[in-house]
């Protein structure tokens, strides 16, 4: 049986959970789909997922800068596209586990109708482990989810102005 979780909150953590199941399903044999949203970069953490090899195939759907009030159409489309992608390959039956980072900060920010992230939750392979990352996730899709973990911010260095450091924000 296969499930959709969805990691959620203002907090630290979310991808890193994300990655943390990536990581344990690897070792367990499966392969993975780690799709990020908003996001363009070699960071630390996909340097490393990248020794995996063909156990984990990694998509970037952003545009490397930081999208902020109303989005524009390039993010609109670049987000559309990742949702595409997204759908082919595990319709393709090549993941056992996908994961869409930030995709809830992606609805949030109007960059994805939260009717086709639905859809695609519902039209999903029903073998297929799905995970949701970021911010702001829509009631619509808490409602649909099966698991929902909430990172609560408590307390937070960068809020003294100390920068993201490489291996460990960033």
Do not use: W
């Not at 319709?91 to 930030?102: K, Q, T, V």
């Not at 702001?136 to 099966?146: G, N, R, S, Y």
């Amino acid at each position: 049986m296969a499930y959709v979780q969805v990691y959620t909150g203002d907090g630290k953590g979310k991808t890193t959970a994300a990655i943390g199941l990536a990581v344990r399903a690897m070792g367990a044999g499966m392969k993975v789909l780690l799709a990020q949203f908003l996001k363009k970069g070699e960071f630390s953490e996909i340097k490393a997922l990248r020794q995996f090899g063909k156990q984990i195939t990694i998509m970037q759907f952003g545009s490397g800068r930081f999208v902020r009030g109303r989005p524009v159409q390039d993010d609109c489309d670049r987000a559309a596209k990742g949702l595409a992608e997204v759908r082919r390959l595990v319709n393709s039956g090549s993941c056992d586990i996908a994961i869409l980072d930030e995709i809830n900060v992606a609805m949030d920010m109007g960059l994805l109708p939260v009717d086709e992230v639905l859809d695609f939750i519902d039209q999903r392979p029903s073998r297929l482990e799905l995970v949701l990352t970021g911010r702001h996730a829509p009631k619509e899709i808490v409602d649909a989810a099966d698991l929902v973990s909430e990172c609560r911010m408590v307390k937070h260095y960068l809020a003294l102005g100390v920068k993201a450091r490489t291996g460990i924000e960033k």
